[in-house]
């Protein structure tokens, strides 16, 4: 997280950090950015897909717009499957039918350069009060 939060300092945001209902903080970094627009990226387990969806159908009945995007895999869960459409249980011959897949995977985007940071004031909280790090347990 000290990382992810220098990387977007690096090209001028700021990160927010908050903890709480996730919907009641979103639609609380909305109103008081002033965002029409919602994004984040899937979660693949299904218990947290469940939560995004809550979540999702929770800040789109305040008015905000929600869009849920791939995540960070090079092939989406359900994705890379047998001929019999069933998933791989032998990792060579999955690795093999990623290798004839590499055309779909998207090339990386640049890190963008002209992105206009947010210029108001939000609440954040420290990463150390979220209680993460191993010297705080």
């Known amino acids: 997280l ?18 709480g209902d996730p919907a009641t903080i979103l639609k609380e970094v909305a109103k008081e950015s002033g965002a029409s627009a919602l994004f984040w990226n899937r979660a693949t387990e299904p218990h947290l897909q469940a939560a995004d969806r809550a979540v999702a159908e929770e800040i789109r009945a305040s008015g905000i717009e929600v869009t849920i995007c791939p995540g960070n895999y090079l092939f989406e869960p359900g994705h890379v499957m047998t001929k019999e459409g069933r998933p791989f249980q032998v990792f060579t011959p999955f ?33 150390e009060s979220l209680g993460l790090c191993s010297n705080q347990l």
């Open 2 to 19: 000290f990382e992810y939060v220098k990387s977007v300092e690096e090209i001028g945001l700021n990160c927010i950090i908050r903890k």
């Open 95 to 127: 690795w093999n039918h990623c290798l004839k897949m590499q055309e779909a995977i998207a090339k990386p985007l640049a890190v963008p350069t002209n992105l206009i940071p947010f210029k108001g004031a939000l609440p954040s909280c420290s990463i």
